[in-house]
């Protein structure tokens, strides 16, 4: 990196660029209550990569997911073990706190949820207020977060619109507008396209693709096209009666598809089952 | 067939390649003239049997028993009648609408009668002056056109006024304290707080008359008195707060602390402004539950027919309060008088609903829009639909 922006990184008032940032995960547990629903998962999640987490429902990956931004410890009852680090930092360590953990890893839900009480600019600026950062250059700030996010075009001559009057697929754009707009170092989602139409899941990811250069991306998925057509990198969950919920296998999302170790990952990804 | 048509979507028209002719629109639910007329020859076959029946022979009188019998009556003669022409199933559910929808005007006509015939005793005696002048030079013998209500407006304006100020931030707090905060604590405070909505109003006037106006040695006060309506009202703000608090989608919490947000910025930040109109409609119904309040002003503001706009010392007047003290003399010019004040007070209950109201429903970014996204936004299922369409 140039010292400039260097320079530009220190100085608070400024939002640049984030750099993105490799998320480690070691030996990862989860319990909810007495229930162990995640057995000790290790994966690394590369920068300027995205990593597709697969699996059924109820394998723990989704549970993995949110222990990556620390939003599992809101859960009541909820534990976990093990180690996650954003470039060696351990995120779960005493100097971190959970909204600055959640602050550089972001966040996108199954269900597109802009705050309905705000335009869509104020959705855009939502994070940067809720964080309590300063704010210069808000303008900028839109523009650029909603241009990355593929939304600019339909929606710039409506930002003092309510965010919740557009579709579903603008809506969930929206969110990750919203989401860059904090300048994140990873950005997780949690399968952002199963309440959209093909042609919004299409300009979704186009949009991950768009941004996977600058923050680093985890997606769970149900969609194995989707798996296959954004990531790079592929971890398979699965889930036994009466044990937790583990990484069967990971690896190129190539070798995932066309060509696994593990037969229980050959039957998945090409939907046998039984 | 006709029984299944309920479920059927409605045909348009929509094939216009084809050849085809237009096809008939079917409208299933379309109330029709026939079903007018069935309507309301049951209504009067009922009626006519049971008037028969009680009027000409059996002992009973009295038009409430009457009017039940015939309501009773009416709907079985009006399922049956439906029966005979559209089958069971619609007339089940006819009937079914019928009886709900005499039980809404059943509660619906008393409201409107009290309405009415406040306006009707009161309204007559209503003068401009009556926004200007006092009672203060006015006697029992003066007629109720004469003197005002201005001291009694200013009373129960600033008494209100006051316990709001104090209950809706305690109130709203209280009610995110007990759905954003949770804890050890929130069962009991819970309790608390249903257990002081069962206060009686007397109860609070007293406890505020003995702490207070007694041995705290204040005397008689508008304060004195808003602090009793502060105990009333606190109750209903931080329930209904609550209840509304609830209606507001989880996902908007998780996406604010997603977002890197302290707990206390998603609620004032995300959770309060999503609920704003609810919030709204429980500081309505907050007041609007004290300032009809006569008892507990009786022992703490006392009465005061000259105007006293302090209300931090001395009797001050309410316009519930006033009706009341005018009333119990039983004179008629002050009968009517004491009509004309609680015709004034419920003009003044109209004007804080609407006003609140229309501040409330204030828009995102402008234009009258809000009122569309804004309510069912605390519908969770509400956060795919598109609601309007490009400008």
Same mark, same amino acid.
């Given at each position: 990196?140039?010292?400039?922006?260097?320079?530009?990184?220190?100085?608070?008032?400024?939002?640049? =660029?984030?750099?993105?940032?490799?998320?480690?995960?070691?030996?990862?547990?989860?319990?909810?209550?007495?229930?162990?629903?995640?057995?000790?998962?290790? =994966?690394?999640?590369?920068?300027?990569? +995205?990593?597709?987490?697969?699996?059924?429902?109820?394998?723990?990956?989704?549970?993995?997911?949110?222990?990556?931004?620390?939003?599992?410890?809101?859960?009541?009852?909820?534990?976990?073990?093990?180690?996650?680090?954003?470039?060696?930092?351990?995120?779960?360590?005493?100097?971190?706190?959970?909204?600055?953990?959640?602050?550089?890893?972001?966040?996108?839900?199954?269900?597109?949820?802009?705050?309905?009480?705000?335009?869509?600019?104020? @959705?855009? #600026?939502?994070? /940067?207020?809720?964080?309590?950062?300063?704010?210069? @250059?808000?303008?900028?700030?839109?523009?650029?977060?909603?241009?990355?996010?593929?939304?600019?075009?339909?929606?710039? @001559?409506?930002?003092?619109?309510?965010?919740?009057?557009?579709?579903?697929?603008?809506?969930?754009?929206?969110?990750?507008?919203?989401?860059?707009?904090?300048?994140?170092?990873?950005? #997780?989602?949690?399968?952002?396209?199963?309440?959209?139409?093909?042609?919004?899941?299409?300009?979704?990811?186009?949009?991950?693709?768009?941004?996977?250069?600058?923050?680093?991306?985890?997606?769970?998925?149900?969609?194995?096209?989707?798996?296959?057509?954004?990531?790079?990198?592929?971890?398979?969950?699965?889930?036994?009666?009466?044990?937790?919920?583990?990484?069967?296998?990971?690896?190129?999302?190539?070798?995932?598809?066309?060509?696994?170790?593990?037969?229980?990952?050959? *039957?998945?990804?090409?939907?046998?089952?039984? | 067939?006709?029984?299944?048509?309920?479920?059927?979507?409605?045909? !348009?028209?929509?094939?216009? !390649?084809?050849?085809?002719? *237009?096809?008939?629109?079917? !409208?299933?639910?379309?109330?029709?003239?026939?079903?007018?007329?069935?309507?309301?020859?049951?209504?009067?076959?009922?009626?006519?049997?049971?008037?028969? #029946?009680?009027?000409?022979?059996?002992?009973?009188?009295?038009?409430?028993?009457?009017?039940?019998?015939?309501?009773?009556?009416?709907?079985?003669?009006?399922?049956?009648?439906?029966?005979?022409?559209?089958?069971?199933?619609?007339?089940?559910?006819?009937?079914?609408?019928?009886?709900?929808?005499?039980?809404?005007?059943?509660?619906?006509?008393?409201? =409107?009668? +009290?309405?009415?015939?406040?306006?009707?005793?009161?309204?007559?005696?209503?003068?401009?002056?009556?926004?200007?002048?006092? /009672?203060?030079?006015?006697?029992?013998?003066?007629?109720?056109?004469?003197?005002?209500?201005?001291?009694?407006?200013?009373?129960?304006?600033?008494?209100?006024?006051?316990?709001?100020?104090?209950?809706?931030?305690?109130?709203?707090?209280?009610?995110?304290?007990?759905?954003?905060?949770?804890?050890?604590?929130?069962?009991?405070?819970?309790?608390?707080?249903?257990?002081?909505?069962?206060?009686?109003?007397?109860?609070?006037? =007293?406890?505020?008359?003995?702490?207070?106006?007694?041995?705290?040695?204040?005397?008689?006060?508008?304060?004195?008195?808003?602090?009793?309506?502060?105990?009333?009202?606190?109750?209903?703000?931080?329930?209904?707060?609550?209840?509304?608090?609830?209606?507001?989608?989880?996902?908007?919490?998780?996406?604010?602390?997603?977002?890197?947000?302290?707990?206390? !910025?998603?609620?004032? @930040?995300?959770?309060?402004?999503?609920?704003?109109?609810?919030?709204?409609?429980?500081?309505?119904?907050?007041?609007?539950?004290?300032?009809?309040?006569?008892?507990? #002003?009786?022992?703490?503001?006392?009465?005061?027919?000259?105007?006293?706009?302090?209300?931090?010392?001395?009797?001050?007047?309410?316009?519930?309060?006033?009706?009341?003290?005018?009333?119990?003399?039983?004179?008629?010019?002050?009968?009517?008088?004491?009509?004309?004040?609680?015709?004034?007070?419920?003009?003044?209950?109209?004007?804080?609903?609407?006003?609140?109201?229309?501040?409330?429903?204030?828009?995102?970014?402008?234009?009258?829009?809000?009122?569309?996204?804004?309510?069912?936004?605390?519908?969770?299922?509400?956060?795919?639909?598109?609601?309007?369409?490009?400008?």
């Amino acid at each position: 990196m140039s010292p400039v922006q260097t320079e530009a990184r220190s100085d608070p008032d400024v939002v640049t =660029l984030p750099e993105p940032a490799t998320l480690f995960a070691e030996g990862v547990h989860a319990w909810f209550g007495d229930h162990h629903v995640l057995a000790d998962v290790t =994966l690394e999640m590369p920068a300027r990569a +995205i990593t597709a987490l697969i699996g059924p429902s109820g394998c723990g990956k989704s549970t993995f997911l949110r222990i990556l931004n620390r939003m599992h410890e809101l859960v009541p009852g909820a534990a976990l073990a093990g180690e996650i680090r954003l470039d060696g930092v351990d995120l779960y360590g005493q100097q971190m706190r959970a909204t600055e953990t959640r602050r550089r890893i972001g966040m996108v839900f199954q269900k597109p949820n802009p705050f309905p009480a705000m335009t869509i600019r104020e @959705n855009v #600026l939502s994070g /940067l207020k809720l964080s309590g950062m300063k704010l210069r @250059n808000a303008g900028d700030v839109v523009e650029r977060t909603l241009t990355q996010a593929g939304l600019w075009t339909e929606v710039k @001559n409506r930002l003092d619109r309510p965010g919740g009057a557009l579709s579903g697929g603008q809506q969930q754009r929206l969110c990750i507008a919203r989401s860059l707009a904090v300048s994140p170092q990873v950005l #997780l989602m949690d399968e952002p396209c199963s309440a959209l139409d093909p042609t919004s899941t299409r300009r979704i990811e186009e949009t991950m693709q768009e941004i996977a250069h600058f923050v680093t991306i985890v997606i769970v998925t149900h969609n194995m096209q989707q798996a296959q057509r954004v990531s790079q990198q592929c971890a398979f969950f699965n889930v036994e009666e009466g044990s937790p919920g583990a990484i069967v296998e990971i690896g190129p999302t190539e070798k995932i598809f066309d060509d696994p170790d593990d037969p229980r990952t050959a *039957d998945y990804v090409h939907g046998r089952f039984g | 067939m006709a029984t299944s048509l309920r479920a059927r979507p409605r045909f !348009r028209r929509a094939h216009r !390649r084809d050849a085809k002719p *237009d096809p008939t629109a079917r !409208r299933p639910r379309r109330f029709t003239r026939r079903d007018g007329a069935v309507l309301a020859a049951s209504a009067i076959a009922s009626g006519s049997i049971v008037w028969l #029946l009680y009027e000409r022979i059996l002992p009973f009188a009295g038009i409430q028993g009457f009017l039940v019998l015939w309501f009773g009556t009416f709907l079985a003669m009006y399922g049956l009648a439906v029966r005979e022409l559209e089958g069971t199933l619609i007339a089940k559910d006819r009937v079914a609408a019928a009886a709900i929808g005499g039980v809404s005007l059943a509660i619906i006509v008393p409201l =409107l009668a +009290i309405l009415g015939y406040t306006a009707w005793r009161g309204a007559v005696y209503l003068r401009a002056h009556f926004f200007t002048e006092t /009672l203060e030079f006015t006697g029992p013998e003066d007629p109720a056109t004469s003197g005002g209500g201005l001291q009694a407006i200013v009373g129960t304006l600033e008494q209100v006024g006051i316990a709001a100020m104090i209950s809706v931030p305690l109130g709203v707090l209280t009610a995110v304290f007990l759905n954003e905060v949770g804890g050890r604590l929130r069962r009991p405070v819970r309790v608390f707080v249903d257990a002081m909505s069962g206060v009686p109003s007397i109860v609070a006037g =007293l406890f505020i008359y003995i702490i207070l106006v007694v041995r705290a040695d204040w005397g008689f006060s508008g304060f004195a008195g808003a602090l009793a309506l502060t105990i009333l009202m606190l109750p209903t703000v931080t329930r209904t707060s609550e209840v509304v608090l609830r209606l507001v989608p989880g996902g908007l919490r998780e996406a604010s602390l997603a977002l890197g947000a302290p707990e206390w !910025r998603t609620a004032w @930040n995300v959770v309060l402004p999503t609920a704003r109109l609810g919030i709204i409609t429980a500081v309505i119904l907050g007041m609007a539950r004290v300032i009809g309040e006569t008892a507990p #002003l009786i022992v703490t503001t006392l009465g005061n027919t000259s105007l006293n706009a302090n209300p931090f010392d001395g009797p001050q007047d309410a316009l519930p309060l006033r009706s009341y003290l005018l009333f119990i003399q039983g004179v008629d010019n002050q009968v009517n008088r004491a009509w004309l004040y609680a015709f004034v007070l419920i003009m003044l209950v109209l004007i804080l609903f609407v006003a609140a109201r229309v501040l409330g429903a204030r828009r995102v970014g402008g234009r009258g829009e809000r009122r569309r996204t804004r309510e069912p936004s605390l519908d969770p299922a509400d956060g795919v639909v598109p609601v309007s369409p490009a400008s």
